[in-house]
């Protein structure tokens, strides 16, 4: 049996919240970003659940949650604040711009 499917592909941004269609795209991907962050640093220092949620001042769950890049009613101040007590340098720079509007950027080392 030789049968071709047609595939369709489609090029997106490199928002995919944008892509989606999320109205705070730029806000979702920077708060991924950092949930993606927090879960390496805890890989790194080689940490159970448990033993993040401790170190961070939060739940076991929700150590899980956000390592699992659900981080819906986490503010970026919270998890700027979990990606600093894990061991992490923050930090934010501010600059003029010209002709155009501001934009937020988060740059991980």
């Known amino acids: 049996m030789n049968r071709r499917t047609e595939v369709t592909v489609e090029e997106g941004?490199?928002?995919?919240?944008?892509d989606l269609g999320y109205v705070q795209a730029a806000e979702m991907q920077r708060k991924s970003q950092l949930a993606a962050e927090i879960s390496r640093a805890i890989r790194a220092r080689r940490l159970t659940q448990g033993e993040a949620a401790a170190l961070l001042g939060i739940d076991q769950?929700?150590?899980?949650?956000?390592?699992?890049?659900?981080?819906?009613?986490?503010?970026?101040?919270k998890l700027f604040e979990?990606?600093?007590?894990?061991?992490?340098?923050?930090?934010?720079?501010?600059?003029?711009?010209r002709r155009r509007a501001g934009k937020i950027e988060l740059h991980l080392a």
Request: hydrophobic residues 40%; charged residues 25%; glycine residues 10%.
């Open 61 to 77: 769950s929700k150590v899980s949650r956000i390592t699992r890049g659900q981080f819906r009613g986490v503010s970026e101040a």
């Open 82 to 97: 979990l990606v600093a007590k894990l061991g992490r340098d923050v930090r934010i720079v501010v600059g003029p711009v």
């Open 13 to 18: 941004s490199t928002n995919v919240y944008a």
